[in-house]
């Protein structure tokens, strides 16, 4: 039965991979068993070779089932290998080349990526448990338990129950988004503070004791940075603008203005300057969500 994806160390400890991945092959050793044999596609026969050469039939069974996925694929194998924090896969051609040093290598038809098809970077950090215990199979070539979603990973395809949740938070957040423009304003003034509470900051003054510019002056002990916090209920384009040229000599690391009631062309602007962030709408009612703040919410709104 050929295999839809089939993972393969690319040396002990990973030591091909670079040099597979820059020249667009795949390589395996086993050089103990004649080619001849692999050609063969024969489980029992490769099994019997190994048997020759292994000290146990356990280890013969073991390195015979992985050999076999070598010649036991097609040109619509996927191909996946893990190196330097990425996910790389490729596709094979069918048949391999014999070396002389009876290692046996696959030219990729195409080439090694770590990046979906949609062009989103396969990161190990982003990936799947089920599909990253993988990383510690101790041999060279096994079938993954994930295989399903290593295709919808490389297609950009999402499992439906995903595309519900995604769907289901969508509908929370805009719910919340309106719930916190009906707060009372010192209770939106809380929330905030509260927010960047839950967020790990420390409050170095009280609201507004330094300037009427700065609500807040935190610390991130753990960031090592020192913030400053402007809170409005409603704010237009033009008073966020004179704010942002007022305090920009100011000597912070970063800087947050939070609005809650966003007007005219600040409803739709989007700040690119790194150092100042633009809390709104549903930028907004996600950092409450994150931080486990929509239950005070709910019981605000009551």
């Known amino acids: 039965m050929r295999k839809l994806v089939v993972y393969i160390k690319l040396g002990s400890g990973g030591n091909w991979a670079k040099e597979c991945i ?3 092959y795949i390589k395996i050793g086993f050089t103990e068993i004649s080619s001849d044999i692999i050609l063969t596609k024969d489980v029992k026969s490769i099994k019997a070779e190994y048997e020759r050469v292994c000290k146990s039939n356990y280890e013969a069974g073991n390195f015979s089932s992985q050999l076999f996925l070598f ?8 191909w996946i290998t893990f190196h330097n924090q990425l996910m790389y896969w490729c596709r094979a051609e069918l048949n391999f080349e014999v070396k002389a040093d009876n290692t046996k290598i696959k030219k990729c038809i195409i080439p090694w990526q770590a990046s979906s098809k949609g062009g989103t970077e396969l990161r190990l950090d982003n990936l799947s448990g089920k599909l990253l215990k993988t990383q510690g199979f101790r041999g060279t070539l096994c079938v993954p338990a994930a295989e399903d979603y290593v295709i919808r990973k490389i297609n950009d395809k999402e499992d439906e129950e995903l595309v519900a949740l995604k769907h289901s938070k969508d509908e929370v957040l805009t719910s919340l988004n309106i719930i916190v423009k009906n707060l009372y304003w010192d209770d939106f003034e809380l929330l905030i503070d509260l927010l960047f509470l839950r967020a790990g900051f420390q409050r170095v003054s009280e609201a507004g004791a330094l300037l009427k510019e700065i609500d807040l002056s935190l610390f991130h002990p753990v960031l090592n940075l020192n913030v400053f916090v402007q809170i409005k209920c409603e704010c237009d384009y033009k008073t966020y603008l004179e704010w942002k040229n007022k305090v920009e ?41 994150l931080n486990g703040l929509i239950d005070w919410v709910m019981r605000k709104a009551k």
Request: proline content about 4%.
């Open 22 to 24: 820059e020249n667009n």
């Open 71 to 78: 010649p036991d694929t097609d040109e619509n194998t996927i």
């Open 249 to 289: 000599a100011q000597l912070y690391d970063l800087f947050y203005f939070v609005c809650n009631i966003p007007k005219g062309d600040l409803i739709n602007f989007k700040e690119e300057n790194k150092k100042f962030h633009l809390l709104k709408d549903i930028e907004l009612a996600e950092m409450i969500l």
